[in-house]
T-cell receptor
Framework: GQNIDQPTEMTATEGAIVQINCTYQ??????LFWYQQHAGEAPTFLSY??LDGLEEKGRFSSFLSRSKGYSYLLLKELQMKDSASYLC??????????WGAGTKLIIKP | ETGVTQTPRHLVMGMTNKKSLKCEQH?????MYWYKQSAKKPLELMFV???????ENNSVPSRFSPECPNSSHLFLHLHTLQPEDSALYLC?????????????FGPGTRLTVL
């Protein structure tokens, strides 16, 4: 079966750095997405990786290793507004998105 | 504002009721999706309309039926639901084919079935 694994919850301190990991086992691979979802709101797109390596976008970076079935989302200079759930999703060979259950990130002052 | 709107935002219904959820996208996309989001579970893809073709998830009970009259509007018709159907129902849209094909989500309808 297809599976996306990510930690259920993480806690970090304001101003620090946090890395949220995602491992996947899917039938084929056509890209990996990270979304942010604040409580009670819609998920919003953060990043897309289809080739190995690091994609940087401001305070957020996303890394992909296709051979390891692994990605991480790196958040720097954490702010209180970064408290949210972070969803990892992989597009499979049928171009359907397979979603992880999300990682709830709690930022403490 | 994401360009995808959903109504109603909250819905409470009994198991014998019939209701419909509405989604509208103002982004000019050609694909629309219905997802179910339950607490601490992955997003479950329910239905996809892409390039005017419907792709159906076989595990979706028949008490849920989608309707896509055009590329901008999507409905989810509900009838004789069960309490376990209580969840957040999210609509999304995207442009296909596209390299990134990011999906834009609406704010969701919080459904409670009594």
């Amino acid at each position: 079966g297809q599976n996306i694994d990510q930690p259920t919850e993480m806690t970090a301190t304001e101003g620090a750095i946090v890395q949220i990991n995602c491992t996947y086992q899917t039938s084929g691979f056509n890209g990996l997405f990270w979304y942010q979802q604040h409580a009670g709101e819609a998920p919003t797109f953060l990043s897309y990786n289809v080739l190995d390596g690091l994609e940087e976008k401001g305070r957020f970076s996303s890394f992909l290793s296709r051979s390891k079935g692994y990605s991480y989302l790196l958040l720097k200079e954490l702010q209180m507004k970064d408290s949210a759930s972070y969803l990892c999703a992989v597009r499979d060979s049928n171009y359907q998105l397979i979603w992880g259950a999300g990682t709830k990130l709690i930022i403490k002052p | 504002e994401t360009g995808v709107t959903q109504t109603p935002r909250h819905l409470v219904m009994g198991m014998t009721n019939k209701k419909s959820l509405k989604c509208e996208q103002h982004l000019g996309h050609n694909a629309m999706y219905w997802y179910k989001q339950s607490a601490k579970k992955p997003l479950e893809l329910m239905f996809v309309y892409s390039l005017e073709e419907r792709v159906e998830n076989n595990s979706v009970p028949s008490r849920f039926s989608p309707e896509c009259p055009n590329s901008s509007h999507l409905f989810l018709h509900l009838h004789t639901l069960q309490p376990e159907d209580s969840a957040l129902y999210l609509c999304a849209s995207s442009q296909v084919p596209a390299s990134a094909d990011e999906q834009f989500f609406g704010p969701g309808t919080r459904l409670t079935v009594l």
